[in-house]
């Protein structure tokens, strides 16, 4: 069992910056697949970015590419996911999630291929 916390969520206007971060549960963290997703209402979950347990990058096409940055600090267990340039349509829960079976053909970027889901965290962006 996984267990993952997200935080650095809330209100901020557009063209600000937010960094979200999500912190990890075991003594595994190395090894996993580590993702964002995001979810307004109304509309089904969406990939946002991964980093892969061997640092592999991928961010959703067009929508947050160059303004937002994922890494990952394996000594704190930790993901980040830095937001610039916020947009009203950035509006959504933020949820990170970890994939733990170590792909090495695939990178998972669809919300079935995560085995654990933090609770979310709130980002408003007002315009």
């Known amino acids: 069992q996984v267990q993952l916390v997200e935080s650095g969520g809330g209100l901020v206007q557009a063209g600000d910056s937010l960094r979200l971060s999500c912190v990890a549960s075991?003594?595994?963290?190395?090894?996993?697949?580590m993702g964002w997703f995001r979810q307004a209402p109304g509309k089904e979950r969406e990939f946002v970015a991964t980093?892969?347990?061997?640092?592999?990058?991928?961010y959703d096409g067009d929508s947050v590419k160059g303004r937002f940055t994922i890494s990952r600090e394996n000594a704190k267990n930790t993901v980040y996911l830095q937001m610039t340039s916020l947009k009203p349509e950035d509006t959504a829960v933020y949820y990170c999630?970890?994939?733990?079976?170590?792909?090495?053909?695939?990178?998972?970027?669809?919300?079935?291929?995560?085995?654990?889901w933090g609770q979310g965290t709130q980002v408003t962006v007002s315009s």
């Open positions: 075991g003594r595994c963290f190395s090894t996993y697949t």
């Open positions: 980093i892969t347990w061997k640092g592999i990058i991928r």
């Open positions: 999630a970890a994939d733990i079976r170590r792909r090495v053909l695939s990178i998972a970027m669809d919300p079935g291929d995560y085995d654990y």
